[in-house]
């Protein structure tokens, strides 16, 4: 059975500050990783979807790395900002599977 | 492309009564997941449907719970007999293919969630 951990549990980091947001999971046999924010009473933002088959992602400033043989994932994030705060989930997938997710890193940013 | 749709946003439901919450998918996504985040908690995954057919429901608490995803409509999600344990955020995400592509993209993308309230 898959099982997704997130490393930290919550972060604070003054603005300007580049950070990593670690995760985990215990069967490397994923099918893709996929990254989410979720704003305090919101839904999931999609952030990255890394398949099996990549290494990374990158979308402005959010670079996502995907590491099968070690069980892990990160999420950097550079030059972090006030609007970056929110809880980040990462979510494992399985072929034949749902998505497994993480309990989530709360993240602030102070200005 | 509207995004996927839920509705109503917030729902107060008395112990006892039904919950009935409903996902619209995004245009041309035919799979629908729904999850549920009790407070404090991460997002558990409930169930899986296709259009007309459950794929996967083994998230789902055997009695008083049930999904439907038919032809026509949107997904619903029905809850019978409500217990305050029931309060939490019901989220559904639907993406164009489903958990067995070995193929394409599978990214699922979420609606903005139900929160029920059970008093």
């Known amino acids: 059975k898959q099982e997704v951990t997130q490393i930290p549990a919550a972060l604070s980091v003054p603005e300007g500050e580049n950070l990593v947001l670690n995760c985990s999971f215990t069967d490397s046999a994923i099918y893709n990783l996929q990254w989410f924010r979720q704003d305090p009473g919101k839904g999931l933002t999609s952030l990255l979807l890394i398949q099996s088959s990549q290494r990374e992602q990158t979308s402005g400033r959010l670079n996502a790395s995907l590491d099968k043989s070690s069980g892990r994932s990160t999420l950097y994030i550079a030059a972090s900002q006030p609007g970056d705060s929110a809880t980040y989930l990462c979510a494992g997938k399985h072929y034949g599977q749902n998505f497994v997710f993480g309990p989530g890193t709360r993240l602030s940013v102070l200005p | 492309n509207a995004g996927v749709m839920q509705n109503p946003r917030h729902l107060v439901r008395r112990r006892g009564q039904e919950a009935r919450l409903r996902c619209s998918p995004m245009?041309?996504?035919?799979?629908v997941y729904w999850y549920r985040q009790l407070p404090e908690e991460g997002l558990k995954f409930m169930v899986y449907l296709q259009k007309e057919n459950i794929i996967d429901e083994s998230g789902m608490p055997k009695e008083r719970f049930s999904a439907e995803f038919p032809k026509e409509g949107p997904s619903i999600l029905r809850i019978q007999q409500v217990v305050r344990g029931d309060s939490a955020a019901y989220f559904c995400?639907?993406?164009?293919?489903?958990?067995?592509?070995?193929?394409?993209?599978?990214?699922?993308?979420f609606g903005q969630g139900t929160r029920l309230t059970v008093v």
């Open positions: 245009k041309g996504h035919s799979h």
């Open positions: 995400a639907s993406s164009p293919l489903g958990q067995g592509a070995t193929t394409g993209i599978t990214e699922a993308f």
